[in-house]
């Protein structure tokens, strides 16, 4: 650790390496709202938050323990998890009267056809403009889940169609 008077300590959130500020600060120049995907080892969480003067403010979330809900009996954090969650928030920010976001994923590793980049798929499905470039996106079979072992693609229709419907 650094010595002397003109020493600065760094913010507490860069220490612990949660957050990229000089990121952040672009994002939230650009007068939009953050759509923001975060993942654990259990669950995908999508927010839409909007930048406030004394903090940030959620205007619609969905997290993949919501789909429980909804009739999804699989994994709360895998690929088609993350499609349906990003659907549901988008479902919400609609109703919210959400029509834009951009893209804030943190510090995570962006991997493409991944999970954040499923959540992101959901989201552009349920209408809200995000830019983003289409070779991210996981294709179809991947987001139905045909690549796990006895897939839940059915289950997934169903749960989808329910979304869609308004039952959400």
């Known amino acids: 650790m650094g010595e002397g008077p003109r020493y600065r300590v760094p913010f507490r959130r860069r ?6 500020y000089k990121k952040r600060l672009g994002l939230v120049k650009s007068g939009k709202l953050r759509l923001v995907v975060r993942r654990s080892s259990r669950t995908i969480t999508v927010q839409f938050i909007d930048f406030g003067e004394d903090g940030d403010v959620v205007r619609a979330a969905a997290t993949s323990r ?10 709360t954090s895998a690929t088609p998890a993350a499609y349906l969650t990003g659907l549901l928030a988008a479902r919400r920010a609609k109703k919210a009267g959400i029509e834009e976001a951009v893209l804030d994923i943190g510090r995570q590793d962006p991997t493409p056809g991944g999970r954040l980049f499923a959540a992101l798929k959901g989201v552009v499905d349920g209408g809200v403009d995000v830019p983003h470039d289409e070779e991210v996106l996981p294709d179809e079979k991947r987001l139905q889940g045909e690549h796990i072992k006895d897939a839940p693609v059915a289950l997934f229709k169903k749960v989808q169609a329910t979304i869609q419907g308004g039952n959400a």
Not at 15 to 20: I, V
Not at 66 to 75: E, F, K, P, R, V
């Open 66 to 75: 919501d789909l429980i809900a909804q009739g999804w009996t699989q994994s």
């Open 15 to 20: 220490r612990e390496g949660k957050t990229d």
